[in-house]
């Protein structure tokens, strides 16, 4: 696999991975205890730290990569292991 390859698996792992860690560690205000200003959502967190979010995306990525990459050097998991068609006992 070229290390372009590898890059942009990474970076579609990293997104895929933020999106997953957002909502954890957020609190509202109900939540925290603080009134709600004027112009506020109710829900929206009063605790936002998006530089943590990075690195828990960023941990979490990595160990998804190497699972993949992993995978890939093995072979553990081929595309013929996913092909649903067998499940259903379709015929060739």
């Known amino acids: 696999m070229r290390w372009t ?5 990474y970076a579609l792992f990293w997104v895929l991975s933020g999106f997953l ?23 929206a967190p009063v605790n936002f730290r998006p530089g943590r979010v990075a690195l828990r995306a960023t941990v979490l990525s990595l160990a998804l990569f190497a699972l993949f990459y992993a995978n890939f050097r093995e072979g553990w998991v081929s595309a013929a292991d ?3 068609t ?5 015929s060739d």
Request: charged content about 20%; overall charge negative; cysteine-free.
């Open 21 to 43: 860690v957002l909502p954890f560690g957020l609190r509202t205000p109900e939540e925290a205890g603080q009134d709600i200003g004027r112009g506020h959502v109710a829900s």
């Open 86 to 90: 067998r499940w259903l006992g379709a």
């Open 5 to 9: 390859s590898m890059l942009a698996i």
């Open 82 to 84: 996913l092909d649903w």
